[in-house]
């Protein structure tokens, strides 16, 4: 007795315990399904690759504040978004968003939510304090020359009194001196002294003051007492000297007045440049300016004010031209008015899994769509983000299982109904079903796979292979209970049944998983997981229509017989008649026109191969993202109405209009950065950068480059000293440092450490060991294109200096997964066939002593494979991550229609000795179930042309052909 009579005789002869130990498998299997989760990430896609390792490298080593954000983009569409009511709606709207919990705690802390209306508003903030600084700084100036002056003036009359009161000190010295030659010498001439004192001094007497002095001197003369001497000498000099010593003083407290005045105005001249430095300091910090202090300075304007802010802050000029990020493309710069603009609001990533939007960022940009909608009424607004992005993957994907999977079933209930024309039967189906999905979800819940866009296809496949195994057992028992040959009771016909068809669902589910497993060739983590739970299921199915599904429709027909029920069912395409002549034809054709047949077949198939031979390969964000459903499909009832899709349209529409956040490239450029020839490597990259098709411009016509040098350049704009050590460093005059660059380095991070470490990498022993280039790409780009361009940018900096430059960012690895698709579809498509010829020639050689049998069981689905490819370039359909897998599947599928065909004519041909019996009975016999499953199986899979996910669409359509 042979393994699979005793299997056989088993499950029948001990169906009861079959059945219990298959719940019990099911049970535990059904434990994990609830540990599943969901993600809609292209992240995942991603294997390891230099350009991924660099990203990740990018992203650990270069940090500007946050880490981890994410940019949502609000695009604001009206008649004119820069009128002044537009613009405070604009700030209204931020100020809603700080003020929202759900929107707030996303949020980065340093400037989260920024646009237009804000460099409007802070462009008018700097022009009102950059008034009052030049207001300032003049009257300072002229205050501190008149001081200047002043003081000058005053010490000048200060020297001059000095040298005043000397001469007078010297001249009253004289008189004395005269006084004594007068009292000493009585016949000494009075006037005679005095002149010769008026002669040796500046200063001018008059007769009054000769007067006084004779009057001195007589009373000198005349002097008995000591008293009377001291006071002839005061009279004849002080005396004489009075007035002059009078005018003196008066002159001496005009200058101390006017030296207090001067204090005053000194201390005056200290507080205004108090205050100037104030108002420099406001105006240098006029960016921060909260959004009241934004909202009042819009408000005190009028509309030719804030027009005359926007020529100035939107001209494109200089350090303007950074704020045409906010605009569309088509924006001429300096323009008052215009229709369209972005508002930027920057998120925290938060956790959501690699590359996958967090459920507190997808409500945020969910909440930011209804609170920007209600706060600007009468702007349209477009919410463009990860967040929202992923909402729509996910809700799609949700979307296509209510609407793909009650249809599959329903098709199926529909094609079993007719096939089976018998209720318990259709149920016992569809229950085989219902376990196999439980425990495929199972085994990724155990095995911890996530459930992404690749497994939507998942259920559709397991049910449409699922009931072709039933219908391949049904059908065949029920052919046993009407053979005169074999015993026509339940069990007896039961156990021919699964020993002449077990035999062929074990080699079919041997070919389909090696199909399916050929997969794990691919460098592609998902799809490497989608072949092993499809494998996986595919096992289950075999173990659950080969076991449960047979003990139990054992057991229920005979419970029903055994109370007088006839359960001898015909099998579909039995009995003669016009359907039989049908399925004969596929004989008729080889009995009378074999050669016909085989030259029509290669002929197709060549054909097809050719133009398989130039199917395109796709991977990108759009693929992913659903366009509006259907009418039909919106009239829906709930819950199988799908929600409303937006996300392709505004994608498209940011694409053509505006510079898109998350279309960006990175060099990654390593090596000594202090090199003389560094920066000139860097910049003429950045030249070749700026003149690629593929990099978005503003709509200035500037390219949208950040880099080291652009950095330089900017933070020289706004510093002196650091302007001066640039200049220095460029010895050629060419704008681009060539020397002492660790001294320009230096000075770059002192001044602006956040803005530096996002672009360059200081490690911690002072090194500058690695920089990177970003450049904004037009989202409408190619991934071939933007890989080849930025690849060349790269390579200039690697030709003009011994720096290294790696290429990377989204887009390209988005177009490495690219190639790594088309390389699995011809990787897995040669080991499928390897594998299965190999099987299949060993399986045929030991069971039937005919190793060709395996071959020529396998040519059919050779010819079945180059005529999907040819039908996908008829139809325009790309490879993408589930149509890339079409090849292995149609390996996989396809073999099993061979194998039972093979098997049924085998077993036929043993019974009949008859080639045209054998062949007859075989088309006729296992052609009804064949057509009975294939036609199960083209619905199952042609359902999902009802999906709301794109790639799904193309999957179905084109694995049901």
Same mark, same amino acid.
């Given at each position: 007795?042979?393994?699979?009579?005793?299997?056989?005789?088993?499950?029948?002869?001990?169906?009861?315990?079959?059945?219990?130990?298959?719940?019990?498998?099911?049970?535990?299997?059904?434990?994990?399904?609830?540990?599943?989760?969901? %993600?809609?990430?292209?992240?995942?896609?991603?294997?390891?690759?230099?350009?991924?390792?660099?990203?990740?490298?990018?992203?650990?080593?270069?940090?500007?504040?946050?880490?981890?954000?994410?940019?949502?983009?609000?695009?604001?569409?009206?008649?004119?978004?820069?009128?002044?009511?537009?613009?405070?709606?604009?700030?209204?709207?931020?100020?809603?968003?700080?003020?929202?919990?759900?929107?707030?705690?996303?949020?980065?802390?340093?400037?989260?939510?920024?646009?237009?209306?804000?460099?409007?508003?802070?462009?008018?903030?700097?022009?009102?304090?950059?008034?009052?600084?030049?207001?300032?700084?003049?009257?300072?100036?002229?205050?501190?020359?008149?001081?200047?002056?002043?003081?000058?003036?005053?010490?000048?009359?200060?020297?001059?009194?000095?040298?005043? %009161?000397?001469?007078?000190?010297?001249?009253?010295?004289?008189?004395?001196?005269?006084?004594?030659?007068?009292?000493?010498?009585?016949?000494?001439?009075?006037?005679?002294?005095?002149?010769?004192?008026?002669?040796?001094?500046?200063?001018?007497?008059?007769?009054?003051?000769?007067?006084?002095?004779?009057?001195?001197?007589?009373?000198?003369?005349?002097?008995?007492?000591?008293?009377?001497?001291?006071?002839?000498?005061?009279?004849?000099?002080?005396?004489?000297?009075?007035?002059?010593?009078?005018?003196?003083? *008066?002159?001496?407290?005009?200058?101390?007045?006017?030296?207090?005045?001067?204090?005053?105005?000194?201390?005056?001249?200290?507080? $205004?440049?108090?205050?100037?430095?104030?108002?420099?300091?406001?105006?240098?910090?006029?960016?921060?300016?909260?959004?009241?202090?934004?909202?009042?300075?819009?408000?005190? $304007?009028?509309?030719?004010?804030?027009?005359?802010?926007?020529?100035?802050?939107?001209? !494109?000029?200089?350090?303007?031209?950074?704020?045409?990020?906010? $605009?569309?493309?088509?924006?001429?710069?300096?323009?008052?008015?215009?229709?369209?603009?972005?508002?930027?609001?920057?998120?925290?990533?938060?956790?959501? !899994?690699?590359?996958?939007?967090?459920?507190?960022?997808?409500?945020?940009?969910?909440?930011?769509?209804?609170?920007?909608?209600?706060?600007?009424?009468?702007?349209?607004?477009?919410?463009?983000?990860?967040?929202?992005?992923?909402?729509?993957?996910?809700?799609?994907?949700?979307?296509?299982?209510?609407?793909?999977?009650?249809?599959?079933?329903?098709?199926?209930?529909?094609?079993?109904?007719?096939?089976?024309?018998?209720?318990?039967?259709?149920?016992?189906?569809?229950?085989?079903?219902?376990?196999?999905?439980?425990?495929?979800?199972?085994?990724?819940?155990?095995?911890?796979?996530?459930?992404?866009?690749?497994?939507?296809?998942?259920?559709?496949?397991?049910?449409?292979?699922?009931?072709?195994?039933?219908?391949?057992?049904?059908?065949?028992?029920?052919?046993?209970?009407?053979?005169?040959?074999?015993?026509?009771?339940?069990?007896?016909?039961?156990?021919?049944?699964?020993?002449?068809?077990?035999?062929?669902?074990?080699?079919?589910?041997?070919?389909?998983?090696?199909?399916?497993?050929?997969?794990?060739?691919?460098?592609?983590?998902?799809?490497? *997981?989608?072949?092993?739970?499809?494998?996986?299921?595919?096992?289950?199915?075999?173990?659950?229509?080969?076991?449960?599904?047979?003990?139990? #429709?054992?057991?229920?027909?005979?419970?029903?017989?055994?109370?007088?029920?006839?359960?001898?069912?015909?099998?579909?395409?039995?009995?003669?008649?016009?359907?039989?002549?049908?399925?004969?034809?596929?004989?008729? =054709?080889?009995?009378?026109?074999?050669?016909?047949?085989?030259?029509?077949?290669?002929?197709?198939?060549?054909?097809?191969?050719?133009?398989?031979?130039?199917?395109?390969? %796709?991977?990108?964000?759009?693929?992913?993202?659903?366009?509006?459903?259907?009418?039909?499909?919106?009239?829906?009832?709930?819950?199988?109405?799908?929600?409303?899709?937006?996300? #392709?349209?505004?994608?498209?529409?940011?694409?053509?209009?505006?510079?898109?956040?998350?279309?960006?490239?990175?060099?990654?450029?390593?090596?000594?950065?202090?090199?003389?020839?560094?920066?000139?490597?860097?910049?003429?990259?950045?030249?070749?950068?700026?003149?690629?098709?593929?990099?978005?411009?503003?709509?200035?016509?500037? =390219?949208?480059?950040?880099?080291?040098?652009?950095?330089?350049?900017?933070?020289?704009?706004?510093?002196? !000293?650091?302007?001066?050590?640039?200049?220095?460093?460029?010895?050629?005059?060419?704008?681009?440092?060539?020397?002492?660059?660790?001294?320009?380095?230096?000075?770059?991070?002192?001044?602006?450490?956040?803005?530096?470490?996002?672009?360059?990498?200081?490690?911690?022993? !002072?090194?500058?060991?690695?920089?990177?280039?970003?450049?904004?790409?037009?989202?409408?780009?190619?991934?071939?294109?933007?890989?080849?361009?930025?690849?060349?940018?790269?390579?200039?900096?690697?030709?003009?200096?011994?720096?290294?430059?790696?290429?990377?960012?989204?887009?390209?690895?988005?177009?490495?997964?690219?190639?790594?698709?088309?390389?699995?579809?011809?990787?897995?498509?040669?080991?499928?066939?390897?594998?299965?010829?190999?099987?299949?020639?060993?399986?045929?050689?030991?069971?039937?002593?005919?190793?060709?049998?395996?071959?020529?069981?396998?040519?059919?689905?050779?010819?079945?494979?180059?005529?999907?490819?040819?039908?996908?370039?008829?139809?325009?359909?790309?490879?993408?991550?589930?149509?890339? $897998?079409?090849?292995?599947?149609?390996?996989?599928?396809?073999?099993?229609?061979?194998?039972?065909?093979?098997?049924?004519?085998?077993?036929?041909?043993?019974?009949?000795?008859?080639?045209?019996?054998?062949?007859?009975?075989?088309?006729?016999?296992?052609?009804?179930?064949?057509?009975?499953?294939?036609?199960?199986?083209?619905?199952?899979?042609?359902?999902?042309?009802?999906?709301?996910?794109?790639?799904?669409?193309?999957?179905?359509?084109?694995?049901?052909?």
């Amino acid at each position: 007795m042979s393994w699979i009579d005793k299997l056989s005789t088993a499950i029948t002869e001990h169906s009861r315990a079959a059945i219990a130990v298959m719940l019990v498998l099911t049970v535990v299997a059904g434990a994990g399904a609830g540990m599943v989760d969901q %993600s809609s990430s292209l992240d995942q896609f991603q294997g390891e690759t230099t350009e991924s390792q660099k990203l990740d490298y990018i992203n650990e080593n270069f940090q500007t504040g946050n880490q981890n954000t994410t940019s949502a983009q609000l695009i604001l569409r009206g008649d004119n978004v820069l009128s002044k009511d537009a613009l405070l709606a604009q700030l209204r709207t931020e100020q809603a968003f700080l003020q929202n919990d759900t929107i707030d705690s996303t949020l980065a802390d340093e400037q989260p939510v920024y646009g237009v209306a804000n460099v409007v508003a802070v462009g008018a903030i700097q022009q009102e304090q950059a008034k009052r600084v030049r207001a300032t700084a003049a009257e300072l100036q002229q205050l501190n020359a008149t001081v200047q002056q002043e003081k000058a003036a005053l010490e000048e009359l200060g020297a001059e009194l000095d040298a005043r %009161s000397q001469t007078l000190n010297e001249t009253a010295a004289a008189l004395r001196g005269a006084l004594d030659t007068l009292r000493e010498n009585p016949d000494v001439n009075v006037r005679t002294q005095f002149e010769q004192v008026a002669s040796e001094t500046s200063v001018e007497f008059t007769d009054e003051d000769y007067a006084t002095f004779q009057a001195a001197t007589d009373q000198l003369r005349n002097a008995e007492s000591q008293q009377e001497a001291t006071e002839a000498y005061q009279l004849g000099t002080q005396g004489v000297l009075a007035d002059q010593f009078q005018r003196l003083s *008066e002159r001496a407290q005009a200058l101390e007045e006017r030296q207090a005045a001067l204090e005053e105005q000194a201390a005056k001249l200290e507080e $205004m440049a108090a205050t100037l430095q104030d108002q420099r300091a406001a105006l240098q910090n006029a960016s921060s300016a909260s959004l009241d202090e934004q909202m009042t300075q819009l408000e005190s $304007m009028n509309a030719s004010q804030i027009d005359s802010v926007i020529e100035a802050a939107l001209s !494109g000029d200089g350090q303007s031209s950074g704020a045409l990020a906010f $605009m569309p493309t088509y924006y001429e710069p300096g323009d008052t008015a215009t229709n369209a603009t972005m508002l930027l609001v920057t998120q925290q990533s938060g956790s959501g !899994g690699a590359g996958a939007a967090s459920d507190a960022l997808v409500d945020a940009q969910l909440a930011m769509q209804d609170l920007a909608k209600q706060t600007i009424e009468s702007t349209e607004v477009l919410v463009f983000g990860t967040g929202i992005i992923s909402e729509e993957i996910n809700s799609s994907m949700t979307d296509s299982l209510l609407i793909v999977g009650p249809l599959a079933i329903l098709f199926v209930f529909l094609a079993l109904a007719i096939a089976y024309r018998d209720v318990i039967d259709i149920l016992l189906g569809l229950s085989g079903i219902g376990v196999v999905l439980v425990w495929t979800f199972g085994f990724m819940g155990w095995a911890g796979i996530s459930f992404n866009q690749l497994f939507i296809a998942v259920p559709v496949l397991l049910i449409g292979l699922s009931i072709d195994y039933a219908i391949h057992i049904f059908m065949r028992h029920r052919e046993e209970r009407h053979n005169d040959d074999t015993p026509s009771t339940a069990a007896g016909a039961m156990k021919v049944a699964l020993t002449g068809v077990g035999v062929a669902l074990v080699w079919v589910t041997a070919t389909t998983v090696i199909g399916f497993l050929s997969n794990l060739s691919s460098p592609v983590p998902p799809i490497q *997981e989608f072949g092993v739970v499809s494998a996986v299921g595919i096992s289950a199915a075999l173990l659950v229509f080969g076991v449960l599904i047979p003990a139990l #429709k054992l057991e229920v027909d005979s419970f029903l017989e055994g109370r007088g029920w006839d359960r001898k069912k015909r099998a579909f395409g039995t009995g003669g008649g016009r359907f039989s002549k049908v399925l004969a034809v596929g004989s008729t =054709a080889a009995r009378k026109a074999p050669f016909v047949v085989l030259a029509l077949a290669i002929v197709v198939s060549g054909a097809a191969a050719f133009g398989g031979a130039q199917v395109d390969t %796709s991977f990108n964000q759009e693929d992913f993202l659903a366009e509006d459903p259907a009418d039909w499909q919106k009239d829906l009832p709930e819950p199988f109405a799908p929600g409303e899709y937006t996300a #392709k349209s505004n994608l498209e529409y940011v694409n053509e209009n505006f510079l898109r956040q998350d279309s960006q490239a990175q060099i990654l450029v390593e090596g000594d950065l202090t090199e003389p020839g560094a920066l000139a490597a860097i910049d003429t990259a950045v030249e070749t950068a700026a003149s690629s098709p593929v990099t978005q411009k503003l709509s200035n016509g500037d =390219a949208n480059i950040r880099s080291p040098l652009s950095l330089i350049q900017q933070v020289a704009a706004s510093d002196d !000293g650091f302007a001066e050590t640039v200049a220095a460093a460029d010895t050629d005059g060419d704008g681009v440092p060539d020397e002492n660059l660790d001294t320009v380095f230096e000075e770059l991070f002192a001044v602006a450490p956040q803005q530096s470490a996002g672009i360059i990498e200081q490690t911690d022993s !002072g090194e500058y060991s690695a920089a990177r280039l970003v450049v904004s790409t037009s989202g409408a780009a190619s991934g071939g294109e933007v890989t080849s361009e930025m690849r060349a940018v790269a390579d200039d900096i690697e030709a003009g200096s011994s720096l290294t430059a790696t290429a990377t960012g989204q887009t390209i690895l988005f177009k490495i997964v690219q190639d790594q698709l088309l390389n699995t579809v011809i990787e897995s498509l040669l080991i499928t066939l390897a594998a299965v010829f190999t099987f299949l020639m060993l399986t045929y050689r030991i069971t039937e002593g005919s190793a060709t049998l395996g071959a020529v069981t396998l040519l059919p689905v050779v010819f079945s494979v180059s005529w999907i490819l040819g039908t996908m370039y008829l139809l325009d359909i790309p490879f993408n991550i589930l149509t890339g $897998m079409i090849t292995s599947l149609t390996v996989g599928l396809g073999v099993a229609y061979s194998i039972h065909l093979s098997e049924r004519y085998n077993q036929e041909l043993e019974r009949t000795n008859s080639v045209w019996t054998a062949m007859n009975r075989a088309v006729t016999g296992t052609g009804g179930a064949l057509l009975g499953s294939a036609a199960t199986t083209v619905g199952g899979f042609g359902v999902l042309a009802f999906a709301i996910l794109p790639p799904l669409q193309q999957f179905g359509i084109i694995t049901g052909l």
